[in-house]
């Protein structure tokens, strides 16, 4: 496991110095390297660990340290991440193991004299009975007890009521679902569902979207033989909801805003089973790549993918039936499965909610008289979600609210909804519809 240890050390203290996107980072150097799967795994559970519980690892640090952790030595500070995560959350590794392996560590690096005092702040946190910080200030001591900057604390306890906030906090942590959506258009479910039982892959169907699984799994998704014969495609659940509030059918003429990857593009084709057309765009070519080879893996023929930016008008473009507007943004929602998002600064965030607007406004001008515009983003922040709507409504006095749909059971009759994660322990996500009237 020295191997495994030395290789998250490495990856953690290059996302500090260059901000690069974890599951990237990750999974390239996996490829690269030599080590066991058993390795790879301990790998893969320290490096998300450490950056999902950062927060409150340094936390930990500051009061143990007499040395700023902002000022240690960038890998002796990851080494100590990682060996607090292994004393606090990993059952697996004895408590003698965590902290020799951390100190022969530091002794490899180019500060092998802080390897005492690694060993002494180590100590003291078992000596201490591993407690967390306590803190005067309740938005503090969430923001310790679940890893979650102050700022984003407040900012859902503002926005949100407490439990809410409570319940995405607590599920902010942990590992996300593997759900995917069944391709019916060239073979029916239950073909597919014995497909899976034959690989030995269980899963649970969720009842409220009929073709939706979550995968219990080892391994990768795109190796097994229903992804290959394009049978099932990657998709949270809360992004399925999306796809379904459009209520394409078919011979509809769908635009899909901002499509790469192409996942709800494949769902609404699947809907529509194949019969239409559905105009998929992205402003970079090599995603609109991503949109055309899934779409040819899936079997869909009737999705038109190709580059064009969101907030600017597409001339020959023609009118839409259905137009789907999931605009960039945030992704607050989806911390579990992106853990470095929370660790951002809020002003990175500022200049958003404007752009969403543009692409927004954009979007309505393709939509035909008593056609549906849905709205949506994977983020839990009333600036980039209900604020961009009720300014869309004020502006445009053509479109109303529309109700969402039977598919959304108790809450069908609403024209918005934000999906917290604790609701079908999917990715937050927020979704508004509105049809045009004239």
């Known amino acids: 496991m020295s191997n495994a240890r030395k290789l998250v050390v490495k990856l953690l203290t290059r996302m500090d110095e260059n901000n690069s996107y974890s599951n990237l980072l990750l999974s ?28 409150t690892l340094d936390e930990i640090i ?19 991440r990682i060996a607090l995560y292994q004393l606090l959350y990993l059952d697996s590794v004895p408590d003698n193991a965590a902290v020799d392996e951390s100190v022969k560590l530091v002794k490899q690096t180019r500060n092998p004299t802080c390897s005492g005092y690694v060993n002494a702040i180590l100590r003291e946190f078992i000596r201490s ?32 009521s407490d439990s809410i906030c409570y319940d995405m906090l607590r599920t902010s942590l942990g590992q996300a679902p593997t759900s995917v959506r069944v391709n019916t258009v060239h073979a029916p479910l239950e073909d597919t569902l014995k497909m899976l039982d034959e690989e030995g892959i269980g899963y649970d169907r969720i009842k409220v979207l009929p073709n939706c699984l979550n995968l219990h799994m080892n391994g990768s998704v795109e190796n097994t033989k229903a992804y290959l014969c394009g ?11 999306c796809a379904a509030a459009l209520e394409a059918k078919e011979n509809d003429i769908v635009l899909d805003m901002c499509a790469a990857p192409g996942g709800k593009t494949f769902t609404i084709a699947e809907y529509m089973n194949d019969k239409g057309t559905i105009y998929a765009f992205d402003l970079h070519e090599n995603r609109v790549k991503l949109i055309k080879s899934g779409a040819k893996r899936l079997g869909l023929e009737c999705i038109k993918a190709r580059t064009n930016d969101g907030k600017e008008h597409c001339k020959d473009m023609p009118k839409a ?34 752009i969403q607007y543009m692409i927004l406004d954009n979007a309505a001008s393709y939509v035909k008289r008593e056609g549906i515009l849905v709205y949506s983003t994977c983020t839990l922040s009333r600036a980039e979600n209900d604020k961009v709507v009720d300014s869309f409504l004020h502006h445009h006095p053509e479109f109303v609210g529309f109700r969402l749909g039977d598919g959304f059971g108790y809450d069908r009759n609403k024209t918005r909804v934000t999906i917290t994660p604790g609701v079908f322990n999917s990715d937050g996500f927020f979704i508004a519809k509105f049809r045009k009237i004239r």
């Open 28 to 55: 390239d150097a996996l490829k690269k390297s030599e080590l066991s799967s058993q390795d790879k795994k301990f790998a893969s559970a320290l490096f998300y660990g450490v950056i999902e519980r950062k927060y």
């Open 62 to 80: 500051r009061k143990l340290s007499a040395i700023k952790s902002h000022k240690l030595n960038p890998e002796v500070r990851n080494i100590i």
């Open 129 to 160: 009975g591993k407690k967390l910080p306590v803190k005067n200030c309740r938005t503090e001591q969430l923001a310790v007890d679940y890893s979650c900057p102050p700022w984003l604390v407040s900012k859902w306890l503002k926005e949100y």
């Open 231 to 241: 049978r099932i495609h990657v998709q949270d659940i809360s992004s399925q909801f």
């Open 321 to 354: 039936d259905k137009v789907l507007c999931d605009v960039p943004c945030s992704g607050l929602g989806v911390i579990r499965r992106k853990p470095e998002i929370k660790y951002k600064d809020p002003s990175d965030f500022e200049r958003l909610p404007d």
